[in-house]
């Protein structure tokens, strides 16, 4: 098998497992080709976790889960250091804590302090943790994937916006369809049915294919046409009045540089997982949605006007000129 069908086959084995949710799962996939970090946003009970563990489950790699509430410690997901007991004498040494894994389910992420949340920026961004002076670095694969309910819900906390920007998408769950909601109830009571015997191991992608998949999508060619398509796309966030008077109205700031960065990432990713070896104004717009959704702030008049990010990103996609 080549690499693309080794990860089309991971895939295939989480959607067996996550029903209704195909496009959370592809979405998902790609951030990990990206090598970036997604925020899995919807009510309780909509499969956030489930999806993180079903990747988890057919991925080579260890996965730390992280609960996050209201008394949570930053030392208590970074570790710290402690006074050991040893031949030699006592001795203080780094303890690593959760977040040395490779797949971190940072579950409920909105329901911790932000002191906590900003625990998470340095690990994220600079892929190391720093205590005492000294910095530790994360495994070669790190990937947090952080599940939130929407910020309506009791005992929630708005994640500030420096680190929402370096989540590479936000993925909002709906509920399943009716049909995937009756395949639902079957795979649970399968699953109850089989957890009463010896289970099989899952077939598990090794790590080195993510990587090579990276190496892969690294090369996918990006014609000058795309580059200026992807900056206009960004641009138009932030001078919306040059666009529409609506989208000036709605957009409060736009969209940061990490943003086009981001979409070019996650465009190449979905232009390879597509079988091609170029990126298409297609691959642009599949991936806009989630990629841009969490870094528009919106003016007071949009949320008086019940529109949300997505509503202005459609607007954005119907005004900036597609490439020929």
């Known amino acids: 098998m080549s690499i693309r069908e080794q990860v089309s086959a991971l895939e295939a084995r989480v959607a067996q497992q996550v029903l209704g949710q195909a496009e959370t799962i592809r979405h ?65 040494k780094f303890q690593p804590g959760p977040l040395f894994g490779n797949v971190i389910l940072a579950d409920e992420i909105n329901r911790a302090p932000a002191k906590v949340q900003a625990a998470l920026l340095e690990a994220m961004e600079e892929r190391q943790i720093t205590v005492a002076g000294q910095s530790y670095p ?19 906390y708005p994640l500030p916006e420096a680190q929402m920007d370096r989540f590479l998408m936000k993925l909002q769950l709906d ?14 009571r399968t699953e109850e049915q089989s957890s009463q015997g010896a289970r099989q191991p899952p077939d598990q992608l090794p790590q080195e294919v993510v990587f090579a998949a990276r190496a892969e999508i690294a090369g996918v060619h990006v014609s000058e046409a795309i580059d200026r398509y992807l900056i206009d796309l960004i641009n138009a966030t932030r001078h919306a009045a040059d666009y529409d008077a609506d989208m000036a109205r709605w957009i409060k700031i736009g969209a940061s540089p990490r943003g ?8 190449r990713a979905h232009a390879w997982l597509s079988g091609n070896d170029f990126v298409s104004p297609d691959d642009v717009r599949a991936v806009v949605h989630p990629v841009l959704r969490h870094r528009l702030q919106l003016s007071y008049d949009a949320i008086a006007e019940g529109i949300n990010a997505d509503r202005v990103i459609d607007r954005l996609l119907d005004h900036v000129a597609i490439p020929a």
């Open 28 to 92: 998902v996939l790609l951030g990990l080709l990206a090598n970036g970090h997604v925020l899995l946003e919807s009510l309780p009970g909509l499969a956030k976790t489930r999806t993180v563990k079903a990747l988890a489950t057919h991925l080579d790699a260890q996965m730390r889960r992280i609960q996050f509430t209201p008394d949570l410690l930053p030392s208590d997901i970074t570790g710290g250091e402690i006074l050991q007991q040893t031949a030699e004498g006592n001795q203080i």
């Open 175 to 188: 509920y399943p369809k009716v049909d995937d909601e009756a395949q639902v109830l079957r795979l649970v």
């Open 260 to 267: 086009g960065i981001s979409l070019d990432r996650v465009s």
């Open 138 to 156: 994360m495994s070669a694969l790190f990937m947090v994937l952080a599940t939130q309910n929407p910020i309506e819900q009791e005992g929630t």
